[in-house]
T-cell receptor, first 113, second 112 residues
């Protein structure tokens, strides 16, 4: 069983389109994250949700809108895609009260053309 | 945005030798540190962690050292194998802070 699963794994789309990436975790964690990894492998946090509530929002354009229907899911919707949005997006989850490691999904490689 | 100006450090090690990957962190309030391994096309995978009340922790073939005085973290991999080739990241977190902040990463290549 995959602990943190993201779909799709690859996404190629044209500028201006709207797309969504889905994430689900079956670890029973209460906190989920979205990270962006650029071409130089730099990993930067975008958002974090705890029990469906937004707790971290790191200067991300408002074209990016996370949605957490329940604590096991955190989806990322991106409006009006731009070339600079091309990157690998990682979902992760952790358990807040244990202050332990975050578990990462396999990533979604987004290419905007 | 993009990590303009930052380059991924690289380290090449002969198979069977030991390797040491270093990381400097900036937040003196961080009290939990993690090393992750990222193989090509995969997500970061947990290797080992250490809390600020320790200065050394050992796992299977890996050892993490923490020097809080100079805010430095290192990962030692003993008897390296080809499967150890990957990008390694250190990450830090403060107590009560959900934000896990990653370092720039180091690409380790094991030479057969």
């Amino acid at each position: 069983d995959t602990a943190v699963s993201q779909t799709p794994k690859y996404l190629v789309t044209q500028m201006g389109n709207d797309k969504s990436i889905k994430c689900e975790q079956n670890l029973g964690h209460d906190t989920m994250y979205w990270y962006k990894q650029d071409s130089k492998k730099f990993l930067k946090i975008m958002f974090s949700y705890n029990n469906k509530e937004l707790i971290i929002n790191e200067t991300v354009p408002n074209r990016f809108s996370p949605k957490s229907p329940d604590k096991a899911h955190l989806n990322l919707h991106i409006n009006s895609l731009e070339l600079g949005d091309s990157a690998v997006y990682f979902c992760a989850s952790s358990q807040r009260d244990t202050n332990t490691e975050a578990f990462f999904g396999q990533g979604t490689r987004l290419t905007v053309v | 945005g993009e990590s303009v100006g930052l380059h991924l450090p690289t380290l090449s090690v002969q198979e069977g030798d030991n390797s040491i990957i270093n990381c400097a962190y900036s937040n003196s309030a961080s009290d939990y540190f993690i090393w992750y391994k990222q193989e090509s096309g995969k997500g970061p995978q947990f290797i080992i962690d250490i809390r600020s009340n320790m200065d050394k922790r050992q796992g299977q073939r890996v050892t993490v050292l923490l020097n809080k005085t100079v805010k430095h973290l290192s990962l030692q991999i003993a008897a390296t194998q080809p499967g150890d080739s990957a990008v390694y990241f250190c990450a830090e977190k403060g107590y009560g802070n959900e934000k896990l902040t990653f370092g720039t990463g180091t690409r380790l290549t094991i030479i057969p």
